[in-house]
């Protein structure tokens, strides 16, 4: 069969039935169209135009194109491909950017048929395409600004690329290689005589392994090599905080979930790799899995690990809180429950890794910390970590689902072993359930004010799945704990929360890290108490709201920067005119801190007068942080972005730890402050030709946070926190119509990445609080399915509108407070407080699903 290609004739004789997206990426060896979800059909990411029409090719087979014009980005034509990057870069519609040629795709056909689209015309042309950084709104922007480049026939100029000013909107550092899919991810790259792996997983959450077969799949031809845990020269279990974590589970131990591996099969191509998978026998004793977390933490239950399934207890005691509810005039009392999330980025795992060419192992990772990676896989291979060289790619999208190893340290143990490049890519549905989720958590709350509405007490009992293996668990109950006051000033206190074993998918970090689960309840008992007492919900949180002076949930007492105040200012009219609206106020940490090291090292190498190298560790996911490092050099020291080169590698050892807890800005920010000091100097008295071949570097610690339950002396829990407010309003017929966000940055470093963070920050809490649920039963997801996450299209999002609050932070640079994270913080607890409005039901679990806006 002949069709066209981008307009070049061409000639088929394959498999009638290869989808076209297979085609495009492994004959064509065209990259610019990505693969999400193959053969799913959920996200989009694969669209080309067949024809003029936005089609899916992950499912269109070959024979579908016959005689037929396949355009992918790559075969827009000059004008279009100029018009369409420069609108995305100008309006800052790219965040991770795997999305956005699919979408630009998708709008492109749509522009050919309707020059003069509406916002909503636009969204519902968008329905077959997800997008998890932007929400949506900064990418119909773009699309609108596009269409009236087209009709008429002009040029959108190219962003400015020199103002750098703090407070400005610099373009997004590689957005322009991102737009139509020129940048390379991880499962992008080809490296001659790579061969592919594909993993075993068990069959069973609880099953002891009694032997793993793998005589038929090693003579299956085509296949390298079968890896058990029998071939891990070093250390078997990995693990961010606790090593708890199995690399391959052996013969003769017990599968903790269903994504564990049992073994890794090495083939010519992927096809084959994952046939030989199949074809490995297994045979189990099935035992009953653990799988409800009050069960488990019974002294019966049978142990998931060896020192029990209680992984974490935080405890919060201050105050006497028996005595402050005994003399409080109204107390709210309600146990909520938050459900487990897919974190739904785009781009699934994949990692490339190939021997060094010495005695070492070099590996592209898509991973949240390199440095971490590089720490885990050289334990495992038993090599000192100079002989692991970890290079970052920047991902597709992340939001804490990339924290832990996935398949990195598999393919680095193939690489090495077999002395060859080897790359492993999950398909969405193995991504789906091997990665960590969002933490279900089980909240019973008491919570009591006095007679003129001020806080006396709050009991907290906080129970979190976190899953068959600890990842960052106790972390992120220990936030949970932290936040467990949300932004109001509560003198008397006492938490508990608890991390528990069970044989569910695993649960880690996503954004909100505890902190929006405990959020929802205090919010709802903070209306609560307004109904009893008849208070006013926008003043008693007016009233109580922390400020400088006031006491976090841990008892630090803050010492500037408590903006909590000035975003409910923002808000009161809006609010208080309303018909139907909830609000909701909250606090999130920037930084690891409760007596962890908060820091970072940036190198800058001056490589010539046109080339300045600014390396660092952080990981660039969508959020910016790349684009926030050249803001900062640049303003501290003068010089052309345009030559400035961001590398992530840890070869130049610019360590830094996981991109975490809101605080690549503030880290990395303070870091170049720091090491551009000197540059800076020399500058005054040199060229950059001058100082070429010079390399400077500087870094930035925080050290002086404390542990949890520390007895006496000041509690320093975090160094720094950001804080918002956020309105929901709905209709007539109860549906939400608008978001108002209003959050304090502290400095807002550049308007455009801030709004991009926020908007796209509540559609994942709105999703949060109304649709998405990854539901479990008997240790297993009753799908795998991208589509039944319920992740929000376009055109199912409300209006959106960001408030953008400064009140300056005493510790970030030049003021700035992390926004990563915050944004959806207080949204769920506002749209509860919302449908309570219209339809006086109090919800105590999530997501609300009754309620999805038509």
């Not at 920047?394 to 143990?413: C, I, M, R, T, Y």
């Not at 966000?741 to 709105?766: R, T």
Request: aromatic content about 8%.
């Amino acid at each position: 069969m002949n069709f066209y290609l981008n307009g070049i004739e061409k000639s088929f004789t394959g498999d009638p039935e290869l989808p076209l997206l297979k085609y495009i990426r492994d004959v064509e060896e065209i990259t610019s169209v990505k693969d999400g979800c193959s053969p799913q059909a959920s996200c989009g990411s694969c669209t080309v135009q067949v024809d003029g029409k936005a089609t899916l090719s992950c499912v269109t087979p070959m024979k579908k194109v016959e005689g037929k014009h396949v355009v992918t980005p790559d075969g827009l034509d000059e004008y279009r491909k100029r018009v369409f990057t420069n609108a995305f870069v100008s309006k800052s519609g790219v965040q991770c950017g795997f999305c956005i040629p699919g979408i630009v795709m998708q709008a492109n056909a749509l522009l050919e048929k309707n020059p003069h689209p509406t916002r909503k015309e636009i969204a519902n042309a968008l329905q077959p395409n997800l997008c998890r950084c932007t929400g949506y709104v900064k990418i119909i922007d773009s699309i609108e600004y596009a269409a009236e480049a087209f009709r008429e026939t002009k040029e959108i100029p190219s962003p400015v690329q020199s103002e750098t000013r703090i407070g400005k909107p610099y373009p997004k550092y590689n957005a322009d290689k991102l737009v139509l899919g020129l940048s390379p991810f991880v499962a992008d790259v080809k490296i001659d005589g790579m061969v592919h792996a594909a993993l075993k997983f068990s069959d069973h959450p609880r099953a002891k392994v009694i032997s793993i077969e793998i005589e038929d799949a090693s003579l299956l031809k085509g296949v390298l090599k079968i890896f058990t845990a029998k071939d891990i020269p070093g250390v078997r279990k990995t693990g961010l905080i606790v090593q708890d974590w199995d690399v391959m589970i052996d013969e003769g131990e017990t599968t903790r979930y269903v994504g564990d591996v049992l073994a890794v099969a090495v083939a010519e191509t992927e096809d084959i790799a994952r046939k030989a998978a199949e074809l490995i026998k297994v045979k189990y004793e099935v035992l009953e899995p653990l799988i409800d977390p009050f069960e488990a933490v019974k002294e019966d239950a049978p142990k998931i690990h060896e020192n029990g399934n209680i992984l974490s207890t935080t405890i919060v005691d201050r105050g006497n809180v028996e005595k402050a509810f005994r003399d409080s005039a109204y107390i709210s009392k309600g146990k909520y429950t938050t459900q487990m999330i897919e974190h739904g980025f785009l781009e699934p795992e994949c990692a490339v890794a190939k021997p060094d060419g010495v005695d070492g192992v070099e590996i592209l990772s898509q991973g949240q910390g390199v440095y971490e990676d590089r720490r885990a896989i050289a334990k495992m291979i038993g090599l000192p970590e100079e002989k692991v060289r970890v290079i970052l790619v920047p991902n597709g999208g992340g939001f804490g689902g990339k924290e832990d190893l996935s398949v990195q340290h598999h393919a680095a143990l193939c690489a090495f072993i077999l002395q060859k490049p080897v790359r492993l890519a999950l398909t969405r549905d193995e991504s789906i359930l091997m990665h960590p989720k969002r933490h279900p958590l089980f909240m019973e709350y008491e919570v009591g004010c006095d007679k003129d509405g001020k806080f006396t007490a709050l009991k907290a009992d906080i129970i979190g799945d976190t899953g068959a293996y600890a990842s960052v668990g106790m972390k992120v109950l220990e936030r949970a704990a932290g936040h467990a006051t949300g932004a109001y000033h509560i003198p008397n206190a006492y938490i508990k929360s608890r991390a528990v074993y069970t044989n569910n998918l695993p649960c880690g970090a996503m954004r909100g890290f505890g902190a929006n689960q405990v959020t929802f309840a205090i919010e709802n008992c903070v209306d609560d108490l307004c109904e009893q007492g008849k208070f006013d919900r926008w003043q008693f949180r007016f009233n109580n709201a922390l400020v400088d002076g006031g006491t976090t949930s841990t008892g630090q007492i803050l010492k500037g920067g408590a903006g909590v105040r000035e975003t409910l200012l923002a808000v009161k009219d809006v609010f208080q005119n309303a018909k139907y609206a909830g609000i909701a106020c909250g606090i999130k940490n920037t930084g690891l801190g409760n007596g962890m090291p908060d820091d970072g090292i940036i190198k800058i190498e001056i490589v010539n007068e046109n080339h300045v190298i600014l390396n660092h560790g952080w990981t660039e996911m969508g959020q910016g942080v790349n684009t926030m490092a050249v803001q900062f050099l640049c303003n501290e020291t003068g010089i052309d972005p345009n030559i400035i080169e961001v590398k992530v590698d840890t070869k130049s050892n610019a360590y830094s730890g996981m991109t975490t807890a809101s605080r690549a800005t503030s880290i990395i920010g303070n870091s170049i402050i720091n090491t551009a000091k000197n540059f800076s100097e020399d500058l005054k008295t040199k060229t950059l030709k001058e100082l070429t071949g010079k390399v400077y570097e500087g870094s930035w610690t925080c050290d002086w946070t404390t542990k949890p339950g520390k007895a006496s002396g000041e509690i320093i829990t975090h160094y720094s926190y950001s804080y918002a407010t956020q309105v929901v309003l709905l209709n007539d017929e109860g549906n939400i119509e608008k978001i108002i966000a209003a959050h304090d940055a502290g400095k807002i470093i550049n308007p455009n990445l801030f709004e991009g963070q926020i908007q796209g920050s509540v559609h994942m809490g709105l999703g949060y609080a109304i649709s998405e649920e990854l539901e479990m039963e008997n240790g297993r997801p009753k799908t795998t399915r991208f589509r039944k996450m319920g992740i929000l299209r376009a055109k199912e999002m409300p209006e959106v509108e960001v408030i953008g609050i400064e009140v300056a932070d005493p510790i970030g640079p030049y003021g700035a407070k992390g926004v990563g994270e915050i944004g959806l913080v207080p949204t769920a607890g506002a749209v509860a407080n919302a449908f309570y409005q219209f339809d006086g039901t109090r919800y105590y679990k999530l997501p609300i699903k009754n309620r999805v806006r038509k």
